[in-house]
């Protein structure tokens, strides 16, 4: 299973998910980019090895949850009979036509964010259980965490409704939230986990999140990980020095060959990943659930916050300010609602 979410927000679509599969044969790597340790799963095997946001036009993506062969082979089946089906309705009733019956053990649920130039924003979802969903809601989530505890929470679903937020900083607000709730929950167990990242469909364009740096870190700053994400050619790079390795996360329907892709750009990553030269960075503390993002807007100039030099082989050094560190050790506030207690801070850098 997966978790992903979509939702509509100022004239735009956007859409988010882990990065966990499940397999029958053990996992090629010990934890995920964010420490999170594979293991064994009711039978079988989950790592965080799949990119589960999929473009599939220049102005349509789609994220999806459950049997990776047979979502696969339906997005493939999208992606083909996209551009010669008039509505939605008649797309999906040829994928119950084509490629239905569906097994209810091999269920699949998908979200698809479409937004051209000149029409209305829609947000669809689709699964092989119920079908098109009627409702039209402006927002949805799928996956194993639906049935289990939601990530987001009620205080952050509020930011969506009231429409206050600058739409540049909902999708990194949102994934900084849910990797959070990541790290301070054993997600494997529910067969989710690894990096959580998205992108925003406006105005007939697909925009992934922007280059982002996570740093984990434990109330006395003894302990400091960092994480690097950036997407090229729907393409997701991650390194992190939990794991001192580079990571690279695709979907075959939107990367054929990760091998010519890997060809053209591994003197970028490269060079990419020594670099701070990065938009947002998102500081979560490993203790309580203090969540900070930061947005850079110039790289010629000294950033007030923080400093960092990375040295390889897993090693850095980091140097974080007097504001920041304040920041990021800044009481909870239980709001009464049930919810798990957490902070959001956002700043400019």
């Excluded at 299973?1 to 882990?18: E, I, S």
């Excluded at 008649?90 to 209810?104: C, E, I, Q, T, Y």
């Excluded at 006395?220 to 001192?244: E, G, H, M, P, Q």
């Excluded at 010629?300 to 960092?308: I, P, T, V």
């Amino acid at each position: 299973m997966t978790y992903c979410v979509g939702w509509k927000y100022g004239g735009a679509v956007y859409l988010l998910g882990d990065t966990a599969a499940t397999k029958p044969l053990p996992s090629s790597t010990d934890q995920s980019s964010f420490g999170q340790l594979h293991d064994k799963v009711r039978g079988e095997y989950v790592e965080e090895s799949l990119l589960k946001v999929v473009p599939i036009a220049p102005d349509t993506a789609i994220a999806f949850a459950g049997e990776v062969q047979l979502a696969t082979a339906i997005i493939e089946f999208l992606k083909e009979n996209f551009c010669s089906t008039e509505t939605f309705t008649h797309l999906f009733k040829k994928v119950n036509a084509s490629l239905g019956p569906f097994d209810p053990k091999r269920p699949v649920a998908l979200l698809l964010a479409y937004a051209p130039s000149n029409v209305e924003p829609q947000l669809i979802h689709w699964d092989s259980t119920h079908g098109l969903d009627s409702r039209q809601s402006d927002y949805y989530e799928i996956g194993s965490l639906t049935s289990y505890h939601a990530a987001l929470t009620p205080q952050v679903l509020s930011i969506l409704a009231n429409g206050q937020l600058a739409p540049d900083r909902i999708l990194p607000m949102l994934i900084a939230v849910v990797q959070s709730y990541g790290i301070h929950n054993n997600l494997i167990e529910q067969n989710v986990g690894g990096i959580i990242f998205g992108l925003r469909v406006y105005k007939g364009e697909i925009t992934w999140q922007e280059d982002t740096n996570f740093v984990l870190y434990d109330p006395t700053f003894a302990s400091l990980a960092y994480i690097s994400a950036f997407v090229r050619n729907d393409v997701l790079v991650v390194n992190s020095s939990l794991t001192n390795d580079i990571r690279a996360f695709a979907h075959s329907v939107s990367t054929p060959s990760i091998q010519a892709w890997q060809k053209s750009w591994n003197p970028f990553v490269v060079s990419h990943i020594n670099s701070d030269k990065y938009r947002y960075w998102v500081f979560l503390c490993t203790g309580a659930r203090v969540i900070t993002v930061l947005r850079r807007d110039r790289f010629d100039s000294e950033n007030k916050y923080f400093s960092l030099q990375y040295s390889g082989d897993g090693n850095f050094s980091f140097g974080l300010s007097p504001e920041l560190k304040a920041l990021l050790v800044e009481q909870l506030r239980d709001l009464g609602d049930g919810s798990l207690p957490f902070r959001l801070n956002f700043r400019n850098a």
